[in-house]
């Protein structure tokens, strides 16, 4: 859409729209098969990506926690509360 409002045809932003995709299964085979060389680590990476996507959501879908003076306090809030969230989870269950 943002193409097409841009002046590009119907049919150019339906082809780069699709050549954007491209990329996305060569992705899912190149990690498939690296997937046995990297299992051990496997963990780490996965949590590594689910903590850079829990930061970007506190830092940018959550704009009313950064106003004021100390932007900074939501974010260190949202990730203690994780964190305390994770040792009742593991010590209760």
Known sequence: ???????????????????????????????????NTVITILPYLLSFAAGAMIYVVVEELIP??????????????VALGFIMMMILDIALG
Do not use: C, Q, R, W
């Open 1 to 35: 859409m943002p193409l097409k409002s841009e002046g590009v045809s119907k049919t150019k932003a339906f082809l780069y729209g699709t050549l954007t995709g491209v990329v996305e299964p060569i992705g899912a085979i190149i990690t498939i098969l690296l997937t």
């Open 64 to 77: 009313e926690s950064h106003n004021g003076e100390h932007s900074n306090i939501g974010t260190i809030g």
